[in-house]
Each structure stands twice: as C-alpha cells, then as structure tokens.
C-alpha cells in the first residue's frame, strides 16, 4: 500500500492535468498528492514506521506540522490557507501532503525498496513527451497561459516545469550501475531538452550548476568519479542530440535570445523580481511570527507593499501569489519561526546524509551525491522562481529516502493499532478530498463560461455550487461575488443579492481590497448613507493603499456616495466599477 502509493505520486503528481477544469493543472496535481499522501500516512503510521524516526527528527517533522497550523489559524485568511490560492495551492492541505511523501520516501528506505523511485521515470517521460508535443507544434490545446509561446509541458509554468526537469536529474541515484551510463544520458538529456523548450534562463543556469555540484558532491561524500567518467561520453551525445533537436524545434534559439538579454527589457523580469521580493520583504517584517498564513502572500502584499515598488507594479497589481523566492515565501507565510524549523529539518536531513555516504553506503544503495547536486540546483533554482507542486513533491520524497537511508533505527517496524487509529481519517480525508475537488472545479469553469459569455447570474449560481462543494476554497467564493455584483450592472434588483453575498463572504474569508471596493460600489448603488460607504472606501484603501488605481477609485466611489452613481460592466477587462452620476454621459444616465 505504502510502495504503491508513493509510486502513484511519483509517477502521476508531475503527468497529470485536466484541460476542462478551470484550474487545469494544479487542481488535479493538488487531488492526487492528496489522495496519495493520505495513503502513505496511512501506511506510514499503521507499518510502525514511525517508531524507526529518531526522537529528534520526529520533533522537528512535528514542529514543522505545529507551525503551519498555527499560521493557519492565527494567519490573514484561516479557511482559504486550508487549500490555496488560485493556480499555486501551496496551503496547509499541500504541505501536509508533502510530509506524507517525506514519510514515504523514509518508509521505503527502511524497507530498502528503491526501485519504487523508478515511478519518478513516469512523471519525467510524460513532461517529456507533451513539451516534445508542444515543440512540434502539435499541442491539441490553445492554453491561455501567458507563458503559452513557451513550452509548460505537464506541469503548466515554463520555469516550473524546468525546476521539475532540474529535480528529475536526481533519479539517476536509482539506476543500476550496469545502466548507469544510458539512465544518465537519457535522464540530463531530457531535463536539458525540457529546459531548452521552456526556454528558462533560469533554468539552464540550474542545469549547468548540477554538472558543477556533481564533482564537488562525489568528493564530500567520498565517491571515486569512475562512474561518471565512464558515463561522460554517452552524456555528451545525449546533450549534443537534445540541444540539436531544441535547434529544430526553434527551443534553442528563443532560449539564447532570452540568455542575452534581449526579452528583458520588453517583460521587466528582473525589475518586477527584484520589486516582488522587496514587497515580500516587508510582508515578514509586517507579520514575523505566524506570517500570513499557508499560501497567504497574495493578501499581505497588497497590504504591506512598499509605495515605490518598480516593473510591472508601476503598469498594474500584479497579484503576488509568491515572491518567486522559497526562503521569503516560507518567511512570509509561515513567519521567520516556520522558517528556522524547515530549515533546520533539510539541513539535519542533509548532514545525516553527508555522514552516512562517507562512511561508505552499502552495496546496491543509491549514490546520494548525484541526489545532492540535483537538490541543490533545484534548490538555487526555488530563489528566483515559484515552487511547482511535481517538483516540490519529488523534492521531500527524496528528502524523506536520503534521511531514512541515514538516520533509520535499525529495528524491525510493527503494526501499529494507534497508528491504524491515526492514520484511516488522514487518509480519509484526503480521499474525500481528492473526489471532491475536480467536481467543484467543473462547476468553477462552468462558471468562468457563463462569465466570459455575460450570463452573469447563471456564473454565480455555478461559483455557488463549487463553493458548496468546497467550502475552504476562496477563489470560487470571490469570484461568486464578482459575477452577482456584475449581474447588478445589468439588473438593479440584484444589488441586495450581490450586498449579501459580499458581507458573507467577508465573514468567511475576510476582504481583500477589490472586495472592499466592490462592496462600496453596491452601496452606492442602492444609495446607502454617505458615511456608510466612506467607512467601506477607507477600508479598501487600507487593504492596499499604494495600488496603482487606489486613490483614483477611492475618490470615484466616494464622489458616488454623495452624488450617487450606477454600476458599469468594462467587457474589456471583465470588472465593474461604479461611475458618479454627473460624470455619466446623458446615454449612460439611468
């Protein structure tokens, strides 16, 4: 059950995605790491595993696991850090799944089963095969993504799917050493080709840091360098056979044209980077403790943002759902607490590792230190890009075999009824929740449809039922909220409906500014007292008070508080904003 499980996460977690759900790739790849983390819990606790984790490590996993609950409950948004926001997902839900493969991985070194890894072949052939797909211009998808002229493979980010490529260079730890030559060259080959095709500088800067970690990795841990010597030249033809094909492919060229600068100044990359972890920066001094809560960066930017922030923060709110920085998204998130104790849980993990591979790894055993430079430029990678649920996944299994490899008790794990006991609701639930969540998010795209087409009720009737279905996630809820004060445009008597649902909404999951804003709008609309709307502007502003447009649609809405004002529906950018009565024109005047 346990091998089975991890096997199932390795290979589907990075393959799968579902292009009719509205969030197409994570949603599904959220499901499955649920519903596969839940089982290995399950068999982690019921095998005795756990009894087999040194007492100290144990506390640190446990820590790990106190200190996002905290920051979940004690956070900005309580319910929505459960699961997510919108398109990352990295909530107290995601985490906890990781920690279930971390299990995993531990249970399966103890049990010595390391052909289990093997599945992770799956996951990277699949990523492989639909960014080879999309390179052939052959992709039966029109994805909407803005990264859509780039590859994004089965993992829907450019530079994600490269982080998941880079990580995958790791799993030629688990080839025999009689194929040791052929897994290298068709492992590094296809994470080149990958990168190449994504067109990730990033990434190709991570891949080249993995040849540079190899050497140094094999001499910490006191590994002769025949292995790789001998592999080198069927290596080399690899590389040279994928890099030629990214040439056909046109990957090579957009790749080189992004290496010398010449996208930089048309995406401001680097500026809005730059901006996005200064803003950061002043979410963790702002919330130190407990932080923002799981995922719940894109509520304390906005908040806490510097007023002078550069790139594209100068054109538009960028929705900062991360910092594009793992150390300020974990500091911001989870506080610099969440932070101590992640850091101190890899690191231990790492030394253990380090200490055990010098004092010789039995016969058979994987060569940790190609694990090493593959979690180090992954690692380096994460500081200038998102995390990707695949890579992340991957990333703890493997944390989770490395320490067990190391640091399990030498003793024979038993059954375990408490942990039968503690294990079935875990894994329950993350059944349940892997069922569940598809289903809502068939509503959520019907939703989106009916939108996009202005049948606006029909859209929040189906947000309605998706957020029924799954009441912790915020993105259904809210956007709920946008259709019915968007059905208001078109139909006065919805604004009482289109009041309600904003109060009850912010009872569940608490504003954000554009809610605020929304919520004053309506009430201009139905001509509440002048005060009354004030309050609700001044709250708006406070939720976001060096948004680009802030001070311009505070003093809209609240020239509509006196003067009164209607609500107008912009096809264009798919909002409603409410417009004082003597700025209307005659044919706009109700």
Not at 208 to 221: I, K, T, Y
Request: with cysteine.
């Amino acid at each position: 059950m346990l091998a089975g499980a991890t096997a199932a996460a390795l290979a589907g977690v990075p393959a799968v995605f579902w292009h009719p759900l509205y969030d197409d790739f994570t949603l599904p790849k959220q499901a499955l790491l649920l519903a596969t983390g839940g089982i290995v819990a399950l068999g982690f606790l019921w095998g005795g595993w756990w009894k087999t984790v040194p007492r100290w490590l144990g506390a640190l996993l446990l820590g790990w696991a106190g200190v996002l609950a905290l920051s979940t409950a004690f956070g900005l948004d309580w319910r929505g850090s459960i699961l997510g926001y919108y398109q990352y997902r990295q909530g107290l839900a995601t985490q906890l799944g990781y920690l279930g493969l971390f299990a995993g991985g531990w249970a399966l070194a103890g049990m010595g089963r390391w052909r289990v890894f093997a599945a992770g072949y799956i996951g990277l052939g699949a990523a492989f095969a639909y960014t080879a797909v999309q390179a052939a211009g052959l992709d039966p998808f029109d994805w909407w993504i803005d990264t859509s002229d780039r590859a994004i493979g089965t993992i829907g980010n450019a530079n994600e799917l490269s982080a998941f490529a880079v990580l995958s260079m790791g799993l030629v730890a688990f080839v025999p050493e009689r194929r040791f030559a052929l897994g290298a060259a068709a492992t590094w080959g296809s994470a080149l080709f990958i990168v190449l095709e994504a067109e990730s500088r990033s990434g190709l800067a991570a891949v080249a840091l993995f040849f540079l970690l190899l050497p140094a990795a094999r001499w910490l841990g006191g590994r002769p360098g025949r292995a790789v010597l001998r592999a080198a030249p069927a290596v080399a033809v690899g590389l040279v056979l994928v890099t030629a094909a990214s040439l056909a492919a046109g990957g090579l060229e957009g790749t080189a044209a992004r290496v010398s600068g010449q996208a930089t100044a048309a995406e401001h990359g680097g500026s809005t980077r730059l901006a996005l972890w200064e803003g950061t920066l002043h979410v963790v001094s702002a919330r130190p403790l407990t932080g923002a809560g799981p995922d719940g960066l894109h509520l304390g930017f906005p908040r806490w943002r510097p007023a002078d922030l550069g790139g594209a923060f100068t054109e538009y709110d960028l929705t900062a759902q991360s910092s594009h920085d793992y150390v300020l998204d974990v500091a911001a998130n989870t506080g610099l607490a969440g932070l101590a104790v992640l850091a101190a849980l890899v690191g231990s993990c790492a030394w253990a590792s380090l200490r055990h591979e010098r004092r010789r790894a039995p016969f058979g055993a994987p060569d940790w230190t190609i694990v090493w430079a593959a979690m180090g430029a992954y690692g380096a990678l994460t500081l200038v890009n998102p995390l990707s649920l695949a890579a992340h996944g991957l990333f703890f299994a493997l944390l989770g075999a490395m320490a067990g490899a190391a640091l399990a008790r030498q003793e024979r794990a038993r059954s375990s009824v408490r942990g039968l006991a503690v294990g079935l609701p875990i894994a329950g639930a993350g059944l349940v929740l892997a069922a569940v969540l598809p289903v809502a998010d068939l509503r959520a795209q019907a939703g989106w449809d009916a939108f996009a087409a202005g049948r606006f009720e029909e859209a929040g009737m189906s947000y309605g039922d998706a957020s029924r279905l799954v009441p912790f996630e915020r993105d259904y809820a809210r956007r709920r909220t946008v259709a019915l004060v968007a059905a208001a445009s078109q139909n006065p008597e919805r604004l009482v409906t289109a009041e309600a649902a904003l109060r009850e909404f912010d009872r569940q999951f608490g504003f954000a500014s554009g809610d605020a804003f929304n919520l004053a709008a309506v009430l201009a609309g139905r001509g509440r007292p002048p005060g009354e709307i004030t309050e609700v502007v001044v709250r708006a502003v406070s939720l976001n008070p060096h948004g680009v447009a802030t001070a311009w649609y505070a003093e809209q809405v609240t020239r509509a508080a006196h003067d009164g004002g209607v609500l107008v529906y912009d096809e264009t950018d798919r909002w409603t904003y409410v417009v004082p009565l003597p700025a209307l024109p005659d044919e706009m005047t109700p």
